[in-house]
């Protein structure tokens, strides 16, 4: 420690004195700042801490395992296995794989074991979950597909359009049918290349021609001739 020149003592219980024989200044400090410890906790000499010293309520953000909390902030989630007392729709009835949830005629839903091989799953309103693993008939087996067995895919000629569904056939023939809505004019074949009407023709590229109307003397009104 440094030395100073002067010393400033402060607070309670503390007292100097100057001892000229030793050449030197003495420091009393008693009492520990207003009297020694009695006891802690009801124990005396060299106090160590034991289990009950301080309750829940004492310590600081502390929880109390003897008072209750609804939905506190503190707690943000909590593992499924550590709840206890779920309704039994939250429980998972099944043991095996395949094993399905199904509900009787009244709740809770409960276990339907998985069926064997090869069954299939059935209503059947006299079961206790109305639903039972049966066999299905498939009604007999296909022995061939158009003639032919083993893997069988799709060939030209299986079917007719006469055998499919609104399928027009081009061996039959159809006046003005009613899913043809619009035909370009391109497509039209064998229309007659001129038409004339009241003395006006058509040319081969659609255009109108005037040929010319006059009136012959004599004829009757509205008769005219090109």
Do not use: H
Request: charged share 15%.
């Amino acid at each position: 420690m440094p030395q100073r020149s002067y010393l400033n003592f402060s607070g309670l219980g503390v007292l100097a004195s100057d001892d000229v024989a030793n050449n030197r200044t003495v420091v009393t400090i008693s009492g520990g700042g207003g009297g020694a410890v009695a006891s802690v906790f009801g124990r005396a000499g060299d106090v160590v801490a034991l289990a009950g010293d301080y309750t829940a309520a004492k310590v600081t953000n502390a929880v109390d395992s003897s008072s209750a909390y609804a939905n506190p902030t503190w707690i943000t989630s909590l593992g499924w296995s550590k709840i206890t007392g779920a309704p039994a729709i939250f429980a998972d009835p099944t043991t095996t794989k395949g094993d399905l949830i199904a509900r009787g005629t009244a709740a809770p839903a409960t276990r339907l074991g998985v069926g064997a091989d090869g069954l299939a799953l059935v209503a059947d309103s006299s079961q206790p979950l109305g639903v039972k693993w049966a066999t299905v008939s498939s009604g007999g087996s296909v022995s061939s597909v158009f003639g032919r067995t083993g893997v069988v895919v799709a060939n030209a000629g299986d079917y007719t359009a006469a055998q499919v569904n609104n399928a027009a056939d081009i061996t039959q023939s159809y006046a003005n049918p009613a899913w043809i809505t619009a035909l370009a004019w391109s497509k039209i074949t064998g229309a007659p290349a001129t038409r004339s009407f009241l003395g006006l023709r058509t040319n081969g590229s659609g255009r109108i021609r005037n040929r010319g109307l006059q009136r012959r003397p004599g004829d009757e009104c509205g008769k005219y001739v090109g």
